[in-house]
Structure formats: structure tokens, C-alpha cells
């Protein structure tokens, strides 16, 4: 899990989500109404097993950002906070490699995972562009558990 402390502005969360929906908060506590934003986000939780070559099928569990086709519909152009996590067994002793492929930038994240019972563990910030899609490849069979993964605008950019 990605720890944000928040402290100086009243918002003091653990889980990126928790941030999240405070920021979302805090944003339209602080505006007029006619003027109220809310910070595009998701939260994805995932069980069951990939197929080689194919995409992971993901649907929101949370939050406004849209999923089409089990891709990830960016919004707006700006900075995303990402975080996935999940762990991983293979069906034979092989290897898996994940991608989080974008739709023009290609491959944003790649990891290869050895070996069965391992847990992948990704934090990292991209700048993404408005109407791409964000989607999670697998190259072989494997049974993915409790895949969490979440995206969060954390710049000040107009949405």
C-alpha cells in the first residue's frame, strides 16, 4: 500500500483511496458550488487468472474515472499517482511479465515476476493523456489474487 500523509491541510489518511476521496472532499468543501471540482479517480480490485496475451479484464470497484472494454479511459491530461499490487502464481514454473500498456505511449510499466507466490508492488507517478486507455497485459497463464491497483489525478490542472 502507498502511505500519504497529509497532515496541514486536514487530511490525514493511510490508503491512497482514503487521500483520494479526501482530496475529492476537501476540493468541494473550499469552492463555491458553481465552481466545485472533483479529482478524477478508480479503484480496481481484481481476483482471478490472466490468459497469455491477453488483457486483464478490470472493472471499477470506485471511484469516477470510467473503464471501457476493461481498459482504464483517462479523463484529462496530467500527472496520475499509480499504485498496483498484487500477488501472482504461475500455472508451471515459468515466468509472467506484466505490462500497463497505453494506448499511444506503449508500455508505461513493465515487471517480470519468476517464480509462483510472488507479489507485485508497484507506486509511481505518470503523466497520461486525455482519452487514452490504460490496460494491464499478461504474456502467460497465471492466477492473479487480490490485484489492487489505483489511479489518482494529482495535479491542479483543469478536468
Known amino acids: 500500500m502507498f502511505l500519504v500523509e497529509k497532515e496541514d491541510d486536514g487530511c490525514s489518511q493511510g490508503l491512497l483511496l482514503g487521500w483520494a476521496q479526501c482530496q475529492e472532499l476537501k476540493l468541494t468543501q473550499e469552492r463555491p458550488k458553481s465552481q466545485s471540482a472533483k479529482v478524477p479517480w478508480t479503484h480496481i480490485r481484481y481476483t482471478g487468472r490472466s490468459i497469455e496475451g491477453a488483457a486483464v479484464n478490470l472493472t471499477a470497484e470506485l471511484g469516477p474515472i470510467q473503464i471501457r472494454n476493461g481498459s482504464i ?52 507517478v505518470l503523466y497520461l493523456f486525455q482519452e487514452d486507455s490504460i490496460t494491464l497485459w499478461t504474456n502467460s497463464s497465471a492466477s492473479i489474487w487480490d490485484l489492487s491497483f489505483s489511479l489518482v489525478l494529482i495535479n491542479d490542472d483543469k478536468c
Request: glycine residues 10%; proline residues 2%; hydrophobic residues 35%.
Open 73 to 124: 479511459v483517462i479523463p484529462c491530461d496530467g500527472l496520475y499517482l499509480v499504485s498496483l499490487k498484487s500477488s501472482i502464481y504461475l500455472d508451471k514454473e515459468d515466468w509472467l511479465k506484466l505490462t500497463l500498456q497505453g494506448t499511444h505511449e506503449g508500455t508505461l510499466w513493465e515487471q517480470i515476476v519468476q517464480g509462483s507466490g510472488r507479489t507485485v508492488n508497484l507506486t509511481t
